[in-house]
């Protein structure tokens, strides 16, 4: 029993040394930018009527990682995208919260992290009608970082409060930037 004891001992105080070792080359501040992918799907009784892909944008940045597992992040994504005729033109402005553990592989740093955060979306139409809706949404992505660059593939989900069907947009994005 006193074996166990000491291999968990061990193995836990390796992590938590290469944590806080490692703790000042992931804090800091980080710009990016990068492209956005945005789809629609809509449904009703957990039936899917019908899938959109709600256009390409780019994808604006700023965050900053208190530690290795928890970082802020502001972001401001667009999407635009003629469908049947009617061009649709959508901007996201998201505050969110990561939370993951980045793993040091070499001179860099992989980070897989869960996110929560509150989405503003508005989206403005051709025939000059316009959509806006907040609320919370969630999302999941992988960082890589290497000294001052890093890149993020990240994807967030958002359903829509006051639509008549289960309305749900999907973001996608692959942003570049650099970690100050």
Not at 23 to 52: C, M, N, P
Not at 92 to 113: E, H, M, N, Q, T
Not at 146 to 157: H, N, P, R, T, V
Request: hydrophobic share 40%; with cysteine; charged share 20%.
């Amino acid at each position: 029993m006193n074996t166990h004891k000491g291999v968990l001992f061990t193995f836990l105080a390796g992590i938590f040394s290469t944590t806080f070792v490692c703790a000042d080359q992931f804090t800091g501040w980080r710009l990016g930018a990068g492209l956005s992918q945005t789809s629609i799907t809509v449904g009703e009784d957990d039936y899917q009527l019908w899938k959109d892909d709600y256009g390409e944008g780019i994808k604006l940045e700023a965050g900053y990682d208190f530690n290795q597992m928890l970082g802020v992040v502001i972001s401001y994504e667009t999407n635009n995208e003629r469908i049947d005729g009617i061009r649709r033109q959508g901007e996201s402005l998201k505050l969110s919260a990561d939370l993951g553990g980045a793993f040091p592989v070499r001179d860099s740093f992989i980070k897989p992290y869960a996110k929560l955060g509150v989405l503003y979306y508005s989206e403005r139409f051709s025939s000059s009608s316009e959509f806006n809706d907040d609320n919370l949404f969630v999302g999941i992505g992988i960082r890589f970082q290497q000294q001052i660059f890093y890149a993020d593939l990240s994807l967030d989900y958002y359903q829509f409060e006051e639509v008549f069907v289960d309305t749900a947009l999907t973001q996608t994005a692959l942003t570049i930037g650099y970690k100050f």
